[in-house]
């Protein structure tokens, strides 16, 4: 945090004749004049009571507004003293004429539905195991090693699939990748050698992955997804991707007769074993892989249970395809960082990983029943999908809503939210906001669900 800069004066038009509570519009300004540049970092901002008797409001409104946005990560505020101006993000562009020049660079809430907490990061444990490692690994260790990744991670992980996912998992079949994103092109490469010329996908589903698929040379075809999770029975590809544990973005679990139907498939499947670290009110569901590990690619990675920076994945193969698979990482870059890999082998063997899920499980738990409460009680018009797991629910909004409208207006008020239609090959007229909570502080659900409120 900057040196603080001396408290300013703050302007902020109310209008009494608006639809929003006061305490929405003053949040508003404020945020406003930090993306403007009229509140640099470390500014203090007025105390409540001085902006209140200025403002001609209530000073509830004001110590409201200020929790809001604090909870948001605008300002900082301290017991016995003024808030403070947090520093803005590098990307906001300070010369902007108006607010919505900067909705997608800044946005005030992130309800994105795969963004995970990152001040939940465990910064020390990770930090330990770094200096560990660093002075334990030997000289050889710092070569190019395997092209399947560092051999004590795919230790330690073979083991931990085997006994959280009951997968089943030999360190000879797994391959360590830069990120799921990574992991699965390498699998479609390899399937590309061997003749694949088309993969069917979830529709909807996450969208990111058609553009993956598509580079690594291969056509991307919809099968469609219902209450019982995708329809076997539709598949015309050589592969298939498929998020069978608790499918995104409807959150359904692929039934009991459709994973059979799935393994009695002729393809390959390619199983993202998404969010199935995070699961709230049901028992764990098993993989496909350990039913069927002769058929089934099995994708993870660290990306939403630690954070995205460290660009670490896995794939367990079919013993004939983790030699190809291994072969197109060689030739992509050689190998992965084998001392990022080595700390979260040490994570793992101390019982840190399991440690942290058992953290940030109970607080996303906590975070997903007040956002359901609210919901359920602030738009009974509305249906709440897709909450057993996972870090996102299903907002299906009432019949004839124009979705792209409602999330044009959010995007309006800085948040930054997908509808469905996002997520689909073929768009339907079935309108729903797939809601994020990872990054959604519990004190921040109460003005979020206030802004979806006087939007939908």
Request: proline content about 7%; charged content about 25%; overall charge neutral.
């Amino acid at each position: 945090m900057p040196t603080n800069r001396a408290t300013l004066e703050l302007f902020a038009a109310l209008d009494r004749s608006r639809p929003e509570p006061l305490r929405a519009q003053l949040e508003d300004a404020i945020c406003a004049a930090i993306t403007g540049g009229g509140l640099p970092p470390g500014t203090r901002l007025p105390a409540s009571r001085s902006l209140a008797e200025s403002l001609h409001v209530s000073r509830g409104v004001v110590s409201e507004a200020y929790a809001q946005i604090a909870a948001e990560g605008w300002i900082e505020v301290r017991h016995g003293a003024a808030p403070v101006v947090r520093a803005v993000p590098a990307n906001i562009k300070r010369d902007s004429p108006s607010l919505c020049s900067v909705v997608a660079e800044a946005p005030r809430l992130d309800l994105t539905a795969t963004a995970p907490d990152l001040s939940a990061f465990p910064r020390r444990a990770w930090a330990a195991a770094l200096r560990k490692v660093l002075a334990e690994m030997p000289d050889a260790a710092l070569d190019y090693g395997d092209p399947r990744g560092d051999d004590e991670l795919r230790t330690e992980l073979a083991a931990y699939l085997v006994r959280v996912r009951g997968a089943a998992a030999s360190p000879e079949d797994l391959v360590i990748t830069s990120g799921y994103t990574q992991g699965l092109w390498l699998a479609c490469r390899a399937l590309k050698r061997r003749g694949a010329t088309r993969v069917a996908v979830e529709d909807p589903s996450l969208d990111d992955a058609w553009g993956t698929i598509r580079s690594a040379g291969l056509e991307v075809v919809g099968v469609p997804v219902d209450e019982h999770g995708i329809d076997p029975s539709r598949l015309d590809a050589d592969a298939v991707l498929v998020t069978p544990a608790h499918q995104f973005p409807t959150g359904a679990v692929l039934s009991p007769e459709r994973r059979r139907a799935l393994l009695a498939w002729g393809g390959i499947v390619l199983e993202d074993d998404y969010d199935s670290e995070y699961r709230y009110d049901r028992a764990p569901v098993g993989t496909l892989q350990r039913l069927a590990p002769d058929r089934v690619v099995y994708l993870g990675t660290t990306s939403k249970t630690l954070a995205p920076a460290l660009r670490l994945g896995w794939l367990l193969a079919p013993k004939d395809l983790t030699e190809a698979i291994a072969q197109e990482r060689w030739a992509v870059d050689s190998g992965g960082p084998a001392i990022n890999a080595r700390a979260y082998a040490r994570l793992i063997a101390t019982g840190e990983v399991d440690r942290h899920l058992r953290r940030t499980r109970r607080e996303y738990r906590e975070r997903r029943d007040l956002l359901v409460e609210a919901l359920t009680r602030q738009l009974p018009s509305c249906t709440v999908d897709g909450v057993a797991a996972g870090l996102h629910l299903l907002l299906r909004l009432p019949p004839g809503t124009d979705e792209d409208a409602v999330v044009r207006r959010l995007a309006e008020r800085r948040i930054r939210v997908n509808g469905l239609n996002t997520y689909r090959l073929a768009p339907k007229d079935e309108p729903a906001l797939v809601i994020g909570y990872g990054r959604l502080s519990k004190p921040a659900i109460a003005g979020a669900v206030d802004q979806l409120e006087l939007t939908v």
